[in-house]
């Protein structure tokens, strides 16, 4: 059964940096993908950023580009999220996910499992 757990979630001030971490147990190889995706309230969930193993490549939404850095290491199935110069608007619930290489990465719906979330709050 394939499990993630993410942490490092908390309240920050507009500018400041949070790193989260996403493990995921019960999936082996580099066959498939992770993503980091976000769900402000009110709003869908979004993508954000997400690496494909066997090409070894992260995509990274507009929004977070030059400020979010999404690393890992495939044989831990560990994920990062390095967040800095972090503004109220990042504001979500960030979700990790597990799905198979084929995926179109910016979907959420073609993700197949999923993190509980953990709470990232930017006060101004």
């Known amino acids: 059964q394939v499990q993630l757990v993410e942490s490092g979630g908390g309240l920050v001030q507009a500018g400041d940096s949070l790193k989260l971490s996403c493990v995921a147990s019960g999936v082996t190889g580099m066959n498939f993908a992770m993503g980091w995706f976000r769900q402000r309230p009110g709003k869908e969930r979004e993508f954000v950023a997400a690496?494909?193993?066997?090409?070894?490549?992260?995509d990274y939404a507009d929004s977070v580009k030059g400020r979010f850095t999404m690393s890992g290491d495939n044989a831990k199935n560990t994920v990062f999220l390095h967040m800095n110069s972090l503004k109220p608007e990042d504001t979500a619930v960030y979700y990790c996910a597990v799905g198979g290489s084929w995926i179109r990465l910016v979907s959420p719906n073609e993700y197949t499992y999923w993190g509980q979330g953990t709470q990232v709050t930017v006060s101004s």
């Open positions: 690496i494909k193993w066997m090409r070894d490549n992260v």
